[in-house]
């Protein structure tokens, strides 16, 4: 079986950059099957290059109402290179619908929240909730520049444009003018805070040199 990384890196964790266990997509997609008792394993992909980032082990149980999922796997300590073997369970509960049925979720192992997502960031042992481990969004971490260039180059792809900023942009096939023109102005704010930034920059970096 493959292994899990682990080791702090510094900084606050991030939600993108844990391994995430989204119980909801797991059930539509089959994985956990309600009413059954199933086992199977996961992978997760470096999207960038595509290799394999990490992979468990798991059998999950879903009752009635009740259920858990246990969870086998290998962490390694990115310093010292020590395994560790983890096998555990998280317990599974429903909450009823307002129309009928039963929703499935993820009792949290340290919390006891009901969730319906668990995340493993690399120095944690334990899959566990967003809360449990004080995860952050990446954006939360970003200075005021990068995060305006982070969301100018986002909105610039919705739009099908892999140019850099200040550049022009067609409009896509089929999208109506006014759809256009307002996600053309949420650009043109985000690229104007990363000019403006910029600026600044080169101001104190003109001015330290004199």
Same mark, same amino acid.
């Given at each position: ?31 956990? @099957? ?8 996961? $992978? ?6 595509? !290799? !394999?980032?990490?992979? /468990? ?14 969870? @086998? ?6 310093? +010292?290179?020590?395994?560790t ?9 429903? $909450? *009823? ?10 009792v949290?192992?340290r ?7 668990i995340?493993?960031p #690399? ?5 566990? +909730? ?8 990446? #954006?939360?971490? %970003? ?5 305006a260039?982070? !969301? ?8 099908? +444009? $892999?140019?850099? /900023?200040?550049?022009? /942009?067609?409009? *896509? ?13 949420? /650009? ?11 600026? %600044?920059?080169?101001?104190?970096f003109?001015? +330290?040199?004199?």
């Open positions: 079986m493959g292994g899990t990384g682990s080791g702090n890196h510094g900084g606050r964790p991030t939600i993108e950059n844990a391994l995430k266990l989204d119980l909801h997509q797991l059930i539509r997609n089959g994985s956990f @099957r309600p009413g059954a008792t199933v086992t199977g394993s996961l $992978t997760w992909t470096d999207t960038s290059s595509g !290799q !394999q980032r990490a992979s /468990i082990g798991y059998e999950a149980y879903m009752g009635g109402d009740r259920g858990w999922v246990r969870l @086998r796997y290998t962490t390694t300590n990115h310093w +010292s290179g020590e395994t073997q983890h096998d555990y369970r998280v317990e599974l509960t429903t $909450t *009823p619908q307002p129309f009928g049925g039963r929703r499935w979720w993820w949290c192992p919390r006891g929240d009901l969730v319906a997502k995340y493993k #690399s120095a944690a042992g334990i899959f566990a +909730s967003r809360k449990a481990h004080r995860l952050a969004y990446r #954006s939360q971490r %970003q200075s005021p520049h990068d995060r260039l982070s !969301q100018a180059f986002k909105r610039r792809q919705r739009l099908g +444009s $892999t140019a850099g /900023i200040g550049a022009s /942009i067609d409009k *896509p096939k089929g999208m109506r003018w006014a759809t256009f023109d307002r996600k053309l102005e949420q /650009i043109e704010a985000a690229e104007a805070v990363c000019n403006a930034h910029l600026f %600044q920059f080169v101001q104190r003109t001015t +330290s040199r004199r």
